[in-house]
């Protein structure tokens, strides 16, 4: 038994370093340590788009990967990110505005990644590495097992007895990890995303031992045309594949409030609307999005009018795609502008300046013609000569000190919007 393991555990290693990876600049990645036990590994996931950095390039190898995250993963390895969706949300903690909602559908479309009795899917709660075994175990091919072949792990007594089949199963395909105590499987410890990145490369060498139904067509690249909606943007490309259109992160697309908006009747979390106003074609003609299309952003920060003239900002996220046929695909994006917020510009600051001005220049007109008629009728227009410009001085300076204006949007106002992230539609 003890030479059937070796043998298991000298493959799953090997696997590690004798599949190519692609080309990628590993200096990115910037949390990753020489000799790190787990490089090659998640070298492969991040380039093949398995797995991503964050917004620092950061890996964090340690952290645990939460279910959402899981099945997104999983579904990559298995060619099957763009499935088309059959299912019915009945989760009460997944929302079709999540950006995990078209994944855990997908997943619940295939059968891979099950929820919770009490309707919930915890898309946020970490993977446990048993969690994990059990999905592989429930998408490989049946395979002839030995439960003896747990006899060789010294916590084999830990592994909860709805899984000790699985277990079996996944050390006989050399589908599992044991790092850093190679006679340890830790089934109750949450598997971290180094630990992922292991499972999901050893999974991707050994597709043919998975269940055909669970494996989607292999995609590949037909073309790349481009977005020229908006001039000098950091990016222009759109991807097209046999199975999605792929708008890369820096273009910048036209969307229209799908109703009036007003900064100060609304707070961080509110919702907002946005439609497309025509549909969106790449220069080379191929149809993105049809007219109507809804994009979906949240309300994350307000910053309110303050003295002197500043203007309230809105930050928005642009987060989902929704498609008049209800299909829905994540985004990330935010206001095309120099800070990435909505404001009123220039001239509605001018315009408010102006009114002030010409108010309080009225108002001295008045007070200064009255307070030279009453004494003297004959010094009229000398009253009417200084009250006009100290009105004008006036309104001027207090238009400067008052705070700024709120942002408000007619329904059908535009607004440029640049990608922080690729976005795909799926050609189905």
Same mark, same amino acid.
């Given at each position: 038994?003890?030479? @059937? ?29 020489? /000799? ?134 996944? $050390? ?18 949450? @598997? ?76 961080? /979390? ?112 000398? /009253? ?11 309104? $001027?300076?207090?238009? @400067? ?17 640049? @990608? ?9």
């Amino acid at each position: 038994m003890k030479k @059937l393991l070796a043998s298991l555990l000298l493959a799953s290693f090997m696997s590690l370093n004798i599949t190519p990876v692609l080309a990628m600049d590993t200096s990115k990645i910037k949390d990753m340590t020489s /000799g790190y036990w787990a490089n090659s590994a998640i070298e492969c996931v991040v380039s093949d788009d398995v797995m991503s950095l964050d917004d620092n390039f950061n890996f964090n190898p340690e952290n645990p990967i939460t279910r959402a995250e899981f099945v997104k993963a999983l579904l990559k390895v298995l060619n099957n990110s763009c499935c088309e969706i059959n299912a019915k949300n009945n989760y009460s903690d997944v929302n079709k505005t999540d950006y995990y909602y078209n994944d855990i559908m997908r997943s619940d479309s295939l059968g891979l990644v099950y929820g919770y009795p009490d309707g919930t899917f915890k898309p946020y709660q970490a993977m446990l590495r048993s969690e994990c075994v059990s999905v592989i175990s429930h998408i490989t091919k049946e395979a002839i097992s030995d439960l003896r072949i747990l006899n060789n792990y010294k916590d084999k007594s830990d592994i909860p007895v709805w899984a000790k089949e699985e277990y079996a199963k996944t $050390l006989t395909y050399g589908i599992f990890v044991n790092h850093p105590d190679e006679y340890m499987l830790e089934p109750n410890r949450t @598997l971290t995303r180094a630990e992922a990145a292991v499972i999901f490369m050893q999974l991707k060498n050994k597709l043919s031992c998975v269940k055909p139904q669970y494996v989607g067509e292999v995609e590949s690249v037909l073309g790349i045309e481009h977005l020229s909606i908006v001039k000098d943007t950091p990016n222009n490309t759109v991807k097209i594949t046999n199975l999605r259109k792929i708008v890369s992160k820096g273009n910048v697309i036209i969307v229209a409030f799908d109703e009036k908006f007003f900064s100060k009747c609304h707070q961080a /979390g509110d919702i907002v609307n946005f439609v497309l106003p025509e549909a969106l074609y790449t220069d080379e003609g191929t149809q993105l999005l049809p007219q109507g299309t809804k994009i979906v952003a949240e309300v994350t920060r307000i910053v309110k009018p303050k003295k002197f003239n500043k203007n309230a900002r809105v930050h928005m996220l642009f987060k989902s795609i929704v498609l008049p046929d209800g299909r829905c695909y994540e985004m990330c994006g935010k206001p095309y502008t120099k800070e990435h917020v909505l404001m009123e510009g220039p001239w509605m600051t001018f315009w408010k300046l102006f009114l002030s001005t010409v108010g309080f220049g009225a108002i001295g007109a008045g007070a200064g013609t009255g307070f030279a008629f009453i004494p003297n009728p004959a010094k009229l227009g000398v /009253g009417f000569a200084i009250g006009i410009p100290v009105g004008c001085t006036v309104g $001027l300076c207090i238009g @400067l000190l008052t705070p700024g204006l709120h942002y408000k949007a007619k329904k059908g106002e535009q607004v440029m919007v640049i @990608l922080l992230d690729d976005a795909s539609i799926n050609n189905k």
